[in-house]
């Protein structure tokens, strides 16, 4: 049910995110109370090691950037699997192996056909 | 009450942050909403008990379906994609069928009544660790789900692979 | 912690389906004739179909059962898939996507409905479905090159996706009542607590109801067949027209007549309306449709609603007359998508009905064949569509369904129209120009095998009808 648990050892990890926001709001509202604000065209232009900017900023990505975060996401999640796998192996013993080769097993196949479809190299 | 307090923030917030991704123009910026959005889920499912999960939440959709996201994003021409209009035009009607699911869905939750507990207690739980008793249940009594899990992330690669890499035999 | 390995004689089709999946998917890398990967795949799937004798049982902790039932719904979907790869194999060289990915995604698509015909529990039945959808949400965008189909892929993930939705809610509502996800252990909970009444059970029933209906393309949640199966390649629409709609009638059957029996009434309040608007919408908008595959979306539609009528009986007889009706379905309805992607050839779509104009003339045989699967289409004796209809309509006034058979009957008389008109263009009209016929021996094959399988069941029906009956017991 929600609203029955509190998990308290994470309270150290609130204070954490409070104390972190807390620093980087107040860098901030301190910074625009007591900086000289001189604004000019110059200043607002986004830093290129001095050079002039070219071009848009945003121009359209190779489509070869989503094939490679989509093989990141999956082998993300099969990492993701494993963690809790290797904290009860010795629990469930040679059955656990056994069907982490299977899991491991069918994403290794996808691996070889990723690899052979050339889909991590760049072109 | 402090747990109800919790709650009703994150639920607020998740409903708020979600509102906020589908309304922005720029979708780089609704990608960058969605980022905290992810946050709050973890932060709920905290509170429900379920650590693995939450840190699961971080890793995988903060770190790794986002940056997929704002790929995507990136693929799209933004300036366009800005300039368009937000809505379709028959979104009253959708907006009316939205609310009368929400309608519905509020009056059928009154009558809900919450089944038996599992063995798996908030104590059990913490004298054994809530990944341990994750573990335990996914290789044994769920390992059938277990597999079928890795066909799906199979079937996702190639097919990722086959929509979008650029051909090379054949 | 003694954990016992489960029992995996019940899941062997499934795990052999798997490897020759990825058999296929590695193979692709060697072979360079596609061709081989089809035949390969076949063969693997009839060697599957002989595994299914022995496998029945329950395993995994009650989590997959195979019974009559799935079996019998496996023989539809290997029906399905060996029909569809043999109408494949011509057509992908001429739409320039012959890749051997494709054979390797048609069988995890059908891995996944045989999960989902086997599922005993709920997160078995969804991830059976995800891994369903996910390959054919790929194989309905095969054609890369072409707009249409990256349309069809895109409006089939973004409606399946939200769907899958509904059917996650239905199923969080449901272990929220109960407490688990099993099917048969919800349907245990449901009559011992009394929940029979409950508001939330009867939201999370019609949740499972949307998603379900999005699956099998029942009116309103049709929305994306038309556009889907007419911009997906030929084949693919085949395959999708009758594999993943059976797989979502596996489901329907099983969900609700397993866990929601109870709750029946209201189920089959829900289900008339939409079996109803199913057959309108299916049938009243294939009459102004001038591109056979859109015809086709919308019989396919049409034909969901009259299967639902065997749902609607809510007892095991219709269910063995729906069971039949797809079976009977999926030989119709892939021979006459296996003329349509006879007729596309290089710089010809041949999509268009008026592009049927004369065919009798130029080519009789197809011709001929066309003119069965559409008398099928329409229910016309003796072929087998008349015999599905027949069983359908029978097992429904069984049930005291009179009133709604009567509807049914008058849709189906109006479906004669578009049928007809086809098969009209083709004996009563000139040829406009000379259409020449993409002919293989795989597709002439699969027209083979569909065309005597409609007339054999149309004239001996009582075989396939019995095995059904018998595929039922004990469900």
Partial sequence: MPGTYIPSEYLPVLIFIIIATAFGLGALVIGTVFRPKKPYPDKLMPYESGVTPIGEPRYRFSIRFYVIAMLFVVFDVEAVFIYPWAVVFDKIGIYAFIEMVIFIGILLIGYIYAWKKEAFQWD | MIPELFFAYFAFAIVL??????????????????????????????????????????????????????????????????????????????????????????????????????????????????????????????????????????VAMVGAIVLAKKRFKG | MNFQFPDIGPVIPELI???????????????????????????????????????????????????????????????????????????????????????????????????????????????????????????????????????????????????????????????????????????????????TGNLSLLLSVILFTVAFGFKIAAAPFHMWAPDVYEGAPTSITAFMSVGPKAAGFAVLGRVFMVAFVSVKVDWVAILIPISILTMGVGNIVALSQTNIKRMLAYSSIAHAGYALLGIICANNEGLASMMNYLMIYAFMNIGAFAVITMLRSEGFRGEDITDYEGLAKTHPLSAALMLIFMFSLTGIPPTAGFIGKLYIFMSAINAGYTWLVVIAVIFSAISAYFYLRIVMYMYMKEPKEVVTLTKSPSTGIALGVAAVAVLVIGIFPSFLVDLARAAIKGF
């Fill in chain 2, 17 to 154: 942050f979600s509102i906020i991704v589908i309304t922005r123009k720029n979708p780089v910026h609704s990608v960058l909403w969605m980022l905290l959005l992810f946050f709050h889920i973890a932060g709920l499912y905290l509170f429900l008990n379920a650590e693995f999960m939450a840190v699961m939440q971080v890793i995988v959709y903060a770190g790794g379906i986002l940056v997929l996201f704002l790929f995507v994003v990136m693929l799209v021409s933004l300036k366009e994609e800005i300039k368009v209009a937000r809505f379709i035009g028959a979104w009253p009607t959708g907006f009316t069928f939205a609310v009368a699911l929400f309608i519905v869905i509020l009056m059928s939750l009154r009558s809900f009544v919450a089944g038996p507990q599992g063995k798996y207690t908030i104590d059990l739980i913490k004298s054994e660790s809530n990944i341990k008793v994750l573990g335990k249940l996914l290789y044994t009594d769920f390992l059938f789900p277990f597999e079928i899990a890795s066909l799906i992330l199979l």
């Fill in chain 3, 17 to 195: 389906m798997t490897a020759i999946a990825l058999i296929v998917l590695l193979a692709d890398l060697l072979i360079k004739k596609k061709e081989v990967l089809a035949l390969f795949s076949i063969a693997g799937i009839a060697a599957v179909a002989y595994t299914l004798i022995g496998s029945s049982g329950v395993t995994f902790g009650g989590m997959f059962i195979s019974d009559g039932y799935s079996t019998f719904f496996k023989l539809i979907f290997f029906v399905n898939v060996i029909l569809s790869v043999l109408i494949s194999i011509k057509y992908i060289v001429i739409e320039k996507v012959n890749f051997g990915e494709y054979y390797a995604l048609i069988l995890f698509s059908t891995t996944g409905m045989m999960i989902m015909a086997s599922a005993a529990d709920l997160i078995v039945l969804y991830l059976g479905l995800e891994l369903m959808a996910l390959s054919t949400y790929v194989l309905a965008g095969f054609i890369r090159h072409d707009i249409k189909s990256n349309e069809a892929a895109l409006k089939y993930f973004l409606l399946g996706a939200f769907s899958t939705a509904f059917l996650l809610y239905g199923i969080s509502m449901i272990y929220g009542l109960t407490g688990t996800t099993n099917i048969k252990a919800i349907a245990l909970y449901i009559s011992e607590k009394g929940l």
